[in-house]
């Protein structure tokens, strides 16, 4: 059972033009958010969070927005450049447990 | 800082054979997680260390895995006898020290494995 879901396996969006990044949860307990970034024949790397007491986490380009009733999280970048093409992980965690929850990743392309 | 250490890149054995993944997490973190990546699951934490005890071992998939963390400067993955079916990229991650699971975790570059 995938706790944590990224429906959209594949993007493919023009340079200058905004990135939208959907991640959906099931379990209730989760508390705070993250995305990674990950290259090819590269580990993730973690590009933003967010705590379940915000619903938006601003950092430069990239933001995430947190919808709590609709248990939906998204990432939106905004302009995309080319160096975003990467795979993009969303993750949850809950307070006091270490162990993150990854999705399935949504692979992001940008078009020059 | 050299950052999270993974050794082999790459490893191509048969079904049957033992494989050994090792790892030296970033020294001073005191976290160590083990992933594995695939296309069906993304990323999936088979296990996870604090001060070289593991804590949560339920995502071992069977126990033809096992993983060890005999000082805090480095840990194995151990698959025996490996099946095709454990083809992925194995991640070792390291985060420091605890702030409620708001720790950031670093990754290493993974371990590429195909069992044929």
């Known amino acids: 059972d995938q706790q944590v879901k990224q429906n959209s396996p594949s993007l493919s969006v023009q340079e200058g033009r905004i990135s939208i990044l959907n991640c959906d949860y099931t379990?209730?307990?989760?508390?705070?958010f993250l995305w990674y970034k990950k290259y090819p024949a590269e580990g993730p790397t973690f590009l933003i969070s967010i705590s379940s007491i915000k619903d938006k986490n601003e950092d430069g380009r990239f933001t995430v927005f947190l919808n709590k009733s609709a248990k939906h999280l998204s990432l939106h970048i905004v302009p995309s450049q080319p160096g975003d093409s990467a795979v993009y992980f969303c993750?949850?965690?809950?307070?006091?447990?270490?162990?993150?929850?990854f999705g399935t990743g949504t692979r992001l392309t940008i078009i020059p | 800082d050299a950052g999270v250490i993974q050794s082999p890149r790459h490893e191509v054995t048969e079904m049957g054979q033992e494989v050994t993944l090792r790892c030296k997490p970033i020294s001073g973190h005191d976290y160590l997680f083990w992933y594995r990546q695939t296309m069906m699951r993304g990323l999936e934490l088979l296990i996870y260390?604090?001060?070289?005890?593991?804590?949560?071992d339920s995502g071992m998939p069977e126990d033809r895995f096992s993983a060890k963390m005999p000082n805090a400067s480095f840990s194995t993955l151990k698959i025996q006898p490996s099946e095709p079916r454990d083809s992925a990229v194995y991640f070792c991650?390291?985060?420091?020290?605890?702030?409620?699971?708001?720790?950031?975790?670093?990754f290493g570059p993974g371990t590429r494995l195909l069992v044929l």
């Open positions: 260390f604090n001060n070289n005890v593991p804590i949560d």
């Open positions: 991650a390291s985060s420091g020290g605890s702030s409620g699971g708001r720790e950031t975790q670093y």
């Open positions: 379990n209730s307990m989760f508390d705070y």
């Open positions: 993750a949850a965690t809950h307070f006091g447990n270490e162990k993150l929850t």
